[in-house]
């Protein structure tokens, strides 16, 4: 198969992709609604883009790509570690604190705030489409005084040093990726990274009415679902207009979830299932090949 990834390579998207299709052909893509895009003109049989970080929230564009744009199927779902690294061109080992700019994703610079403020302060930072796309910017114009904060793939695929590792504020750091499907398909369960099933659905509620979010939340609580997350989003119609999106922590079944969906429509609720699906979570540094172009802190 083909699988769409958030490019280019060495993105932590990629290294969601290489730890759960190793033997499929990755396919970077420059932005997520180009992942998107392909998927939709049937140029990848999947798509694997970030839905959620655990320090700055949820990915805004592909929860609104997912409602608004397209209808792929939810198929997968993995979680993993991120560990985020300053990193230079190898000329500018020695003297790496002495840099004009630092590129990143706008997330992974809002990570690293406390080191940019230590360590860099008051050197700007711009950001850019993913941080291996800011690692590919460094390693390309070795005359720019810059830096890049990226992970350690990028360092290895780009021939870039990292002079600082682990900059990253919190420890607990991590990002959940989805897998979207353009036909139905199933990933195999047998691996050890397998954690459970997850079933999530949409939720708009019926306007102006007193106590509808508690009806909701009820229709779920009294079927004992456990729900692992609830998130509202604006319907883009006006101020005040949300839906919501709400994750339940088991496999779609015949009786209990679809019970849950004929009573909200019952109160008036609009329920789309935008899938049930295995997911998957790293515990651990992802091992994968590497090309052998990376300088460690100890080889500056």
Known sequence: MKIGFLGPRATFTDIAVRSLFPDETAVPHSTIPACFDALNENEIELAVVPLE????????????????????????????????????HPDRCKEWDKIDVVYSHSHAIAQCHKFLHKELKGIPCEST????AAAQYVKEN???????????????VYGLAIVKEDIHDFDFNHTKFIVLSNKELSISEDRKE????????????PADRSGA?????????????????????????GLG????IIDVDMKLDDVLIPGAVA??????????VLGSYPYFQL??????QSVGKALSPTDC
């Open 241 to 244: 207009n949300y839906f919501f």
């Open 283 to 288: 515990h651990n540094k992802v091992k994968l």
């Open 142 to 156: 070795p005359d720019l005084r810059a830096g890049a904060i990226a992970n350690e793939l990028a360092a290895d």
């Open 263 to 272: 009573e909200l429509e019952a109160l008036g609720c609009s329920v789309k």
């Open 53 to 88: 970080n655990a320090l700055e929230g949820s990915v805004n564009i592909t929860l609104d790509y997912l409602i608004h744009e397209v209808e792929f199927p939810i198929v997968g779902e993995l979680t993993a570690p991120i560990r985020q690294h300053f990193m230079v």
């Open 194 to 205: 397998f954690a459970g099933h997850k079933t999530t659905v949409m939720v708009t509620l």
């Open 213 to 237: 979010l508690h009806q909701v939340l009820s229709a779920f609580a009294w079927r004992k679902l456990n729900l692992t997350k609830i998130e509202s989003r604006p319907m883009k119609t």
């Open 129 to 132: 489409t993913s941080t291996a």
